[in-house]
């Protein structure tokens, strides 16, 4: 039996050396379970316009789904001439319910075939990630509940500012994550759009209803309107390919914080022993390692999406075989990405904050904006008065104090209406329960962030 979907041409075989750069079954394997619910809307919208009898229909399905079962059981043998998935599944059909296999693929193109397969995967590898980066926000908002009013300074430049509390901290990212989900989820509604019938580029000429293979096949919402664009569009990979290295870029800013918290420097937070590696020649050693991990993984999430719009660039018009070449770089980026969140979730989940070290690294210093403040309240200019801090920053410098324990009589060198009053800024607690502007740091506006967070992610 000849397996081969194009042969009739071709007097001489393939090289062996090009079968190997050509066949894609290896990888395109993953499409299976897609591959085949495409075949079997194809298989009913062929009944529909009357190609094939109900009777061939319901071989075809029946013939699918037993292959389909053997894939998800292990069991599916693939033989040499298995060139591709496409190729693959309609040879083992036509072992299992006879020739009626051979028509299949009446009317039909791998090109609208497989833009249809990578479009099912790809809108099922969105709502998997969807739901990884929804745990990973859960665990962050459990943190944040826990630490709505714990004190830590905040850092702009990597230099102590202002301080802030140790949930806002974490809410912070617990936005991050969210964009980055309704940028996933906006994605999936250009990839909603249905290939299947624009043929191998020009559409098909056998009366097939492309309308009702929407209703066979839901995920999608409308089909495509020019067969041309149909066979060759790819930017809702490159779509995702950008949502998925963002997201990246996100998990390894939250990584290289952690890094630094985690330092026996700062030791705000003490990662768990499950989501740290020791060191083979130093025995005091605990590393960060999820979070180099993490920190690591962006780099390929953005290639693989490099990678994806120098394949496109320049493509000519419709399908070319360098489309292929879509395929691995996502299948990598969605394993590497839901790999990362699970372990990102986890890490968050099972650290430990340290308040009291995130308490003594405030100092007096980080509260010089609430002195201009202050000046402020009482009627001085804010360019006045930050220049007026400033010079009682220096002189605690100079004098090595800190700004509470200058003298009154400093105070009154730059403002000589202050009295003892003044010392009552020096209270981080207050600072930080001042800051009460929307989406600002003060406890209670964290409490109220984590309360909407809760109700949303909920739902
Ligand atoms: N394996 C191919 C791919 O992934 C399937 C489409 C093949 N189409 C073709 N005209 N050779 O793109």
Request: aromatic letters at 8%; charged letters at 30%.
């Amino acid at each position: 039996m000849e397996h081969k979907l194009w042969g009739g041409r071709f007097a001489e075989p393939t090289a062996a050396t090009m079968r190997r750069f050509n066949d894609s079954f290896r990888f395109d394997v993953r499409l299976a379970d897609v591959d085949i619910t495409g075949s079997i809307a194809w298989a009913g919208a062929l009944e529909q316009a009357g190609l094939i009898s109900s009777a061939e229909s319901a071989a075809l399905v029946y013939g699918l789904d037993l292959v389909r079962d053997e894939f998800a059981g292990g069991r599916f043998v693939s033989i040499e001439g298995d060139e591709d998935i496409h190729t693959a599944v309609e040879r083992r059909l036509r072992e299992l319910v006879g020739d009626v296999a051979l028509k299949l693929h009446t009317g039909r193109s791998r090109n609208d075939q497989v833009a249809t397969d990578m479009r099912l995967f790809a809108i099922k590898a969105a709502r998997q990630i969807a739901d990884r980066l929804e745990a990973l926000q859960m665990a962050l908002l459990n943190q944040a509940e826990e630490h709505a009013a714990t004190l830590m300074p905040g850092y702009t430049h990597l230099q102590r500012a202002q301080p802030i509390t140790f949930g806002h901290w974490c809410l912070a990212y617990v936005e991050m994550f969210d964009r980055d989900r309704r940028r996933i989820d906006d994605a999936t509604t250009r990839t909603r759009i249905l290939p299947l019938g624009a043929g191998a580029l020009a559409g098909n000429s056998l009366g097939v209803e492309r309308e009702r293979l929407t209703e066979a096949l839901d995920e999608f919402d409308e089909v495509a309107g020019n067969s041309l664009d149909a066979v060759s569009d790819r930017d809702y990979l490159a779509e995702l390919h950008f949502a998925f290295a963002l997201t990246g870029v996100h998990l390894s800013r939250l990584a290289e914080d952690l890094v630094i918290y985690s330092s026996t420097e700062f030791a705000f937070v003490e990662l768990a022993d499950a989501y740290s590696t020791g060191s083979s020649l130093m025995p005091q050693k605990k590393n960060p390692d999820s979070m180099e991990l993490l920190r690591g993984k962006s780099g390929r999430l953005i290639g693989n999406m490099i990678a994806l719009l120098t394949v496109l660039k320049g493509l000519p018009l419709t399908y070319n075989k360098d489309m292929q070449e879509d395929k691995e770089g996502f299948f990598d980026s969605l394993d590497t990405l839901d790999l990362s969140l699970e372990v990102a979730a986890a890490a968050v989940a099972t650290m430990r904050a340290r308040p009291e070290r995130m308490v003594a690294a405030l100092d007096d210093a980080m509260l010089a904006t609430d002195l201009a403040d202050e000046l402020v309240r009482r009627g001085v200019p804010f360019r006045e008065a930050h220049g007026k801090v400033g010079r009682l920053v220096r002189r605690s410098f100079e004098l090595r104090v800190p700004l509470r324990e200058l003298p009154l009589v400093e105070y009154q060198a730059v403002q000589p209406d202050l009295d003892m009053a003044i010392y009552t800024t020096f209270d981080f607690t207050r600072s930080v329960a001042r800051k009460e502007s929307l989406g600002g740091t003060a406890p209670q506006r964290v409490r109220e962030q984590c309360a909407r967070w809760r109700e949303q992610l909920s739902d």
